[in-house]
Structures are given as structure tokens and as C-alpha cells.
């Protein structure tokens, strides 16, 4: 899946708004008909009581010991990012991009187990201007993978092992360019979020239900352990909203608000007016990556006022341990975020392009933080920026996607096992 934290630039964090997930115009090859929707009730979910806790006190980062990232393949085409990967496997794994400036056609590549290669793709296009709607992308298997976009409409594409296809949806009243995320566990259990709304694939038809909050990422551990991260208000493109972070649980009846710490402390930039501006920080969880019941984390960003840049972000991360959300030490700066295949998450910081993805960190469920080996050889110094990262399920294998600078500038996959 692509990663909520994608830098817009090339290396600089950005200083407004959230990253998001998904956009794309989609050529349709074996159209499947539309179907009418099946709508079911909004869930009566009942406001939890919020929380307070503080995150605890970061351990050192240890070095860990090993073989460390390998580059697994620098593509031809010359300016183009991947953005969103995505494996059912080690010999299914699948990569998307597209220009790093300007506009153009999305890039598909795919790993069969023996090498990557460019993949016919649906005719999409995606514009650098809408950064913050890249194509969701997931996978449960060779013959099944998904892309979902939401601009300049909502829409689906599955592939079947031979062919994409276009798969019509039904109307989830989102906004335009709004982010979207999704998760799948079968070809038969696709999940789909989007706004305040949730759309399940059963096979045939898709079930519409009403999400309890806003949300932009889907994980899901099992058919009744479905989890959902956003915030608690609209995103909105400028400003900000006073949004807390929100996390939602599907039990395989209905949709449910779980409680999340909160920060509600109040700035004291001096504004405008000479006075402590009072305003309280915007949180947005932009991900959420679930291993077990008891074992989900969330990545997101806390934005605050600041009177130079008009706002300051930095990235929190969170962890459900089966009874409560905890705030965990991690990063401040993150491009990219993901599973770990081994319980915890992968986090790159933004200097990682700085030798050879030198700063990626792994975070384990117990809150120790361990660096990455980085890139030995001819490639120690190269400079790459990560997108997104993906670990193979079952495995401890992680690809980092992005992009390669200098003689062979163009999209990069980078693998750690």
C-alpha cells in the first residue's frame, strides 16, 4: 500500500496538511457491470471516553545486525516515482508510481520471484499537483490485485491474472481528491473507506455503511478484526479543524469509535495580535497496519500552529495492545511508514536518502527502536527517497519504493530481509 507520508518535494517534510492515499482515471478492459449497492444502516456507536496518555520515554535506537538493505532495482524511466507496493507473497509483490514532476501515465511493475519487470497497467494518469490522492493499491494473490482511486472520480480496478478490469462502485458521497485507503484479506473480502464511509466487496456486490469518523487507511487482521485510522473532523486542505485522532473498529456487524489518546494542549505561538494563539493541535492517523487482535499500530501527524510557517507537523505513532491505544516512541520526521512482517512497523525518516537508506527504523511492539543496516558496496552512498514501504506477509521481507537520483534517476525498490 502507499504510504500516507510521501514527500512532496524531494527530501523537505511538509509544513501543511496530511498526505493521503489514492487518485486515478482508470482504461477498462473486460468491463464488469454495475450492480446496485446493498446500503446498510449506520452504526449507533456510542462516543468512547478519550484518553490522555503521554507517549513514553523513547529508548535508545540500537543498530541492528545483519545483511541490511539491498537494491533490488532501479527502472528506466528517467524521473518517474514509485509511490504504493503491495505483496500477497514473495513471488507476488507489486509496485506503482508515476511522474515525480508534471503529469503523466501511472507505472506498474511486478515481481514474480525472479525479477521485476513493467506490468501493463490500466491507462491511468496522475498529476504531482495531487500529491495527496495517490492510487491505493493491494494484493491477496496473482490472480487478485486492486487499485482504487478517487479522482477525478471513485473508482476500481482488479486484476484476475490476466486482465484489468473496471469494477463499478457505489456511491460513498466523498469529495473529490478525498483520500481513500484499502485492505484486503480474500478475493471475496476487499474493504474500501473513503470520507465517512465504508464499502465491502463480498465477490459480487459491494455492502455501503457509514463510518462513525473520518477515515483514510484500512487494516484488516480477519474477517471481524477490521481496523479503520482518520481523525475526528473533515480533513480540510488549509487550516485546521481542532481534528483529534480517530480509530475504528468492524466486528463483523457493525463499525465502532474505540478510544484514542488525545492532545488538546494549547498553543503559545505569539500570533498576530501579540497574544499565546490558544489554538490545539490537528491530529490525523494516516495509517494503520494490523497484526493480531491485539497488535495494530497507527501513524499519523500532529500539526500546530506556528506564526512563520502558518503551521509545524511532525509524525506520532500509536500501538493497540487488544485493550487501549498508547502513544510509542518512533520518529519525528517520517516519508514512509509500514509493516515489518515481524509484529511492528518500519518507519524512514526524511534524511534517509543520506547514504544509502542510512535512518530506517524498526519499531518492535515492546517500543524498542532499532536502525536498519543501510546499503553496502557500491551502492553505500546512493542517494534514494522512500515512498512507501511493504513487508511480504509471513515473511520478514520489506521493499522500500521510490526514487533514485543521480546517473540513473528513476523509480526505486529497495529490499531488507
Given at each position: 500500500m502507499s504510504d500516507p507520508t510521501i514527500a512532496a518535494g524531494r527530501r523537505r517534510p511538509p509544513v501543511t496538511g496530511t498526505v493521503a492515499l489514492c487518485a486515478v482515471t482508470v482504461l477498462l478492459t473486460a468491463c464488469t457491470a454495475a450492480r446496485a449497492p446493498h446500503s446498510a444502516p449506520t452504526p449507533a456507536a456510542p462516543t468512547p471516553a478519550a484518553t490522555t496518555a503521554a507517549p513514553r520515554k523513547p529508548s535508545p535506537i540500537r543498530t541492528a545486525q545483519g545483511r541490511g538493505w539491498r537494491l533490488a532495482h532501479v527502472g528506466g524511466k528517467r524521473g518517474t516515482r514509485l509511490r504504493a507496493v503491495a505483496a500477497s507473497g514473495p513471488r507476488d509483490v507489486w509496485a506503482l508510481g508515476a511522474p515525480n514532476e508534471g503529469s503523466g501515465k501511472?507505472?506498474?511493475?511486478?515481481?514474480?520471484?525472479?525479477r521485476w519487470r513493467e506490468h501493463p497497467a490500466p491507462g491511468l494518469t496522475w498529476s504531482f499537483g495531487d500529491a495527496r490522492g495517490f492510487p491505493d493499491l493491494v494484493a491477496t494473490g496473482p490472480r487478485d490485485a486492486w487499485i482504487f482511486a478517487t479522482a477525478p472520480t471513485l473508482t476500481a480496478h482488479h486484476w484476475d491474472g490476466e486482465r484489468w478490469t473496471r469494477i463499478a462502485l457505489p456511491d460513498l458521497d466523498h469529495d473529490p481528491g478525498e483520500r481513500a485507503g484499502a485492505a484486503a484479506l480474500a478475493p471475496d473480502d476487499v474493504w474500501l473507506v473513503v470520507g465517512d464511509h465504508a464499502a465491502h466487496w463480498d465477490g459480487k456486490d459491494w455492502t455501503v455503511m457509514r463510518l462513525p469518523a473520518w477515515a483514510t487507511?484500512?487494516?484488516?487482521?480477519?474477517?471481524?478484526?477490521?481496523?479503520?485510522?482518520?481523525?475526528?473532523?473533515?480533513?480540510?486542505?488549509?487550516?485546521?479543524?481542532?481534528?483529534?485522532?480517530?480509530?475504528?473498529?468492524?466486528?463483523?456487524?457493525?463499525?465502532?469509535?474505540?478510544?484514542?489518546?488525545?492532545?488538546?494542549?494549547?498553543?503559545?505561538?505569539?500570533?498576530?495580535e501579540g497574544r499565546p494563539d490558544g489554538s490545539i493541535p490537528r491530529i490525523t492517523l494516516t495509517q494503520v497496519v494490523a497484526h493480531a487482535p491485539d497488535n495494530v499500530w497507527a501513524i499519523g501527524t500532529r500539526q500546530v500552529f506556528d506564526y512563520e510557517d502558518g503551521s509545524r507537523q511532525s509524525t506520532i505513532t500509536m500501538r493497540w495492545d487488544g485493550k487501549t491505544w498508547s502513544w510509542m516512541p518512533g520518529a519525528a520526521g517520517v516519508s514512509a511508514a509500514g509493516s515489518d512482517g515481524a509484529g511492528g512497523i518500519v518507519l524512514a525518516v526524511w534524511d534517509t536518502s543520506e547514504g544509502?537508506?542510512?535512518?530506517?527504523?524498526?519499531?518492535?511492539?515492546?517500543?524498542?527502536?532499532?536502525?536498519?543496516?543501510?546499503?553496502?558496496?557500491?551502492?553505500?552512498?546512493?542517494?534514494?527517497?522512500?515512498?512507501?514501504?511493504?513487508?511480504?506477509?509471513?515473511?520478514?521481507?520489506?521493499?522500500a519504493v521510490g526514487v533514485a537520483y543521480g546517473k540513473e534517476f528513476g523509480p526505486m525498490i529497495a529490499r531488507y530481509r
Open positions: 501511472v507505472l506498474l511493475v511486478h515481481f514474480d520471484g525472479r487507511s484500512v487494516s484488516a487482521v480477519a474477517p471481524d478484526q477490521v481496523w479503520a485510522v482518520g481523525g475526528t473532523g473533515r480533513p480540510l486542505a488549509q487550516g485546521s479543524t481542532g481534528s483529534q485522532a480517530a480509530t475504528m473498529r468492524w466486528d463483523g456487524r457493525s463499525w465502532q469509535l474505540v478510544a484514542t489518546p488525545e492532545d488538546r494542549t494549547p498553543s503559545t505561538e505569539i500570533n498576530s544509502g537508506l542510512s535512518g530506517t527504523i524498526r519499531v518492535a511492539p515492546d517500543g524498542s527502536r532499532t536502525e536498519l543496516p543501510p546499503m553496502t558496496g557500491a551502492n553505500r552512498d546512493r542517494e534514494l527517497d522512500v515512498s512507501a514501504l511493504g513487508a511480504v506477509p509471513g515473511a520478514r521481507t520489506v521493499y
